[in-house]
């Protein structure tokens, strides 16, 4: 597993984009070989996102052949719900790129038999060949998507009861009112993620330091779903230096000796 030590967030956000517009482009995706990329939601990635329109804006990467998979999605709330993530995808990122909307999948948090949609998106993920790279992150116990701790690391997309840690985190979505947050979501499991070609995990501040440590100096473990990174043969943490601040010393100056090249440069489009 790769770990990048980022200065701050905005350099961890731009290096983060500038990895994926690299992805896609030495993939050179057509529309009879598109691009595969899994997303998430939350505040983790939206510096990256921001990014990511820049480089469009720029004319340096385009998403007209990438197909989107995002992480989960709430039961229960209306997709224009600002605190959706259909809304969240769309307004962060999708309004303004050029990717088809035929391109872009979430599940539908609303959709009738639930089950049956979690099944739909599986086979739609392989229908493309699996996913090509998957950008994630995580919330402070270590959960990766909605996979929080005590999640099968062999599970795949589903309905997910949330935990009340959860539920009181996102509360901040919805007027910081916890009885309007959904006590449901859909979202992929561990092995969905870790079936990816390549996973890129980004970490910051200092509320994650403790699942930075567990994630990847301790042992595989569902109650810290995001170290199975470990196990993936193409598993990236792009971190900032506020997350490090429980990983030992000696972690730190290794990641930061072995990746000091990485860590200088922006990779090249």
Known sequence: MRILIHENYQSLSKWVAYYIAKKIKEFDPTPD?????????????????????????EGKISFKNVITFNMDEYVGIPEDHEASYHYFMYHNLFNHIDIPKENINILDGNAKDLDAECKRFEEKIKSYGGIHFFLGGIGADGHIAFNEPGSSLSSRTRVKTLTYDTIQANARFFSNDISKVPRTALTVGVATIMDAEEVLIIVNGLHKAR????GIEEGVNHMW?????????????????????????????????????????????
């Open 33 to 57: 070989k598109p691009f595969v990329l899994g997303l998430p939601t939350g505040s983790s990635p939206v510096g990256t996102y921001q990014n990511l329109i820049e480089l469009y804006k």
């Open 211 to 214: 699942a930075l440590k567990m």
């Open 225 to 269: 779903t995001v170290s199975m990174l470990q196990l993936h043969r193409h598993g990236i943490i792009a971190c900032d230096e506020e997350s490090t601040e429980e990983i030992k010393v000696g972690t730190l100056k290794y990641f930061k000796d072995i990746e000091n090249e990485s860590l200088n440069k922006l990779p090249e489009l």
